[in-house]
């Protein structure tokens, strides 16, 4: 399973790997390898070899543009993260000790964060491949701070901004999210018309309206086709497009975890007015 070519600046690949011998490459992307279950896998990053017994939930770094071979003789399950090196040239931009930064190749590392988060996209990418890039772009924004700030050869410090977003900006970005429901939103388009960095825009909207960009576009979609149910003019296969969930079974899903209900009752109780 990949993720769609839409997302931008994230891409995903969750796969059984079956026994290989990968040759010296370079990657253009920064690139984590998430472990769902263990493995031994002999690895040579930037000239350096390991023989590596990785345990579920280890991960691995390999920097891009940094050379790169792997040897392993069992099957095992990866999930593999691919990062553009130009989200994180943005990250680093917003420092305020903003300089050249690059990302140290780690070996066989424990990073809860980074395998909660690896999982958190493969389940989001099975549900709804086509209405998850609002999420990808924002997990990706998250990684790369969380990345250059623990993996990064300077630590980098940041504004912190406790007020979020303007009335103003607020306002204009949630009258473009009604305006494109039924369209597939990105991070950098929505934080484009707030002047933001996709990053900073990411915790600023969180702290005015408690939501993560995606949160907040899911519940205006749900808050949307109920409205369009009980008006009762379409069908929920229709409403489900119309307020850009990929399918009605992706409708179901979100009216009954909101509302505890589903479309279809919400249609029973307005026949029943």
């Given at each position: 399973?990949?993720?769609?070519?839409?997302?931008?600046?994230?891409?995903?690949?969750?796969?059984?790997?079956?026994?290989?011998?990968?040759?010296?490459?370079c990657l253009p992307l920064h690139t984590l390898i998430v472990l769902p279950s263990s493995a031994l896998i002999n690895s040579t990053i930037d000239g350096v070899t390991r023989q590596q017994?990785?345990?579920?939930?280890?991960?691995?770094?390999?920097?891009?543009?940094?050379?790169?071979?792997?040897?392993?003789?069992?099957?095992?399950?990866?999930?593999a993260i691919e990062l553009s090196p130009?989200?994180?040239?943005?990250?680093?931009?917003?420092?305020?000790?903003?300089?050249?930064?690059?990302?140290?190749?780690?070996?066989?590392?424990?990073?809860?964060?980074?395998?909660?988060?690896?999982?958190?996209?493969?389940?989001?990418?099975?549900?709804n491949p086509t209405g998850s890039r609002l999420y990808a772009?924002?997990?990706?924004?998250?990684?790369?701070?969380?990345?250059?700030?623990?993996?990064?050869?300077?630590?980098?410090?940041?504004k912190q901004y406790a007020d979020g977003l303007s009335l103003y900006r607020l306002r204009q970005v949630i009258e473009y999210i009604h305006a494109h429901l039924d369209q597939e939103l990105g991070l950098a388009?929505?934080?484009?018309?707030?002047?933001?960095?996709?990053?900073?825009?990411?915790?600023?909207?969180?702290?005015?309206?408690?939501?993560?960009?995606?949160?907040?576009?899911?519940?205006q979609r749900v808050e949307r086709a109920k409205s369009l149910l009980l008006a009762g003019q379409d069908s929920i296969a229709d409403i489900a497009q119309q307020v850009g969930f990929a399918n009605q079974a992706h409708l179901n899903v979100h009216i009954k975890r909101s509302f505890g209900v589903t479309p279809r009752m919400i249609l029973e109780q307005r026949k029943n007015r």
């Open positions: 399973m990949s993720s769609p070519s839409h997302w931008q600046n994230i891409e995903l690949v969750h796969l059984l790997q079956p026994p290989h011998e990968m040759p010296n490459a017994a990785i345990a579920p939930g280890e991960m691995m770094i390999v920097p891009a543009n940094i050379e790169q071979a792997a040897r392993w003789t069992t099957d095992f399950e990866m999930i130009s989200l994180f040239a943005q990250v680093s931009e917003d420092a305020t000790n903003c300089s050249s930064v690059e990302l140290a190749p780690q070996f066989a590392t424990p990073d809860p964060l980074v395998h909660q988060l690896g999982l958190s996209l493969i389940s989001v990418l099975k549900q772009e924002t997990t990706a924004a998250m990684l790369s701070v969380h990345l250059l700030q623990h993996y990064g050869h300077r630590k980098l410090e940041y388009e929505l934080a484009a018309i707030a002047h933001l960095s996709p990053h900073y825009f990411a915790r600023l909207f969180k702290q005015s309206t408690g939501m993560s960009p995606h949160q907040f576009v899911i519940q």
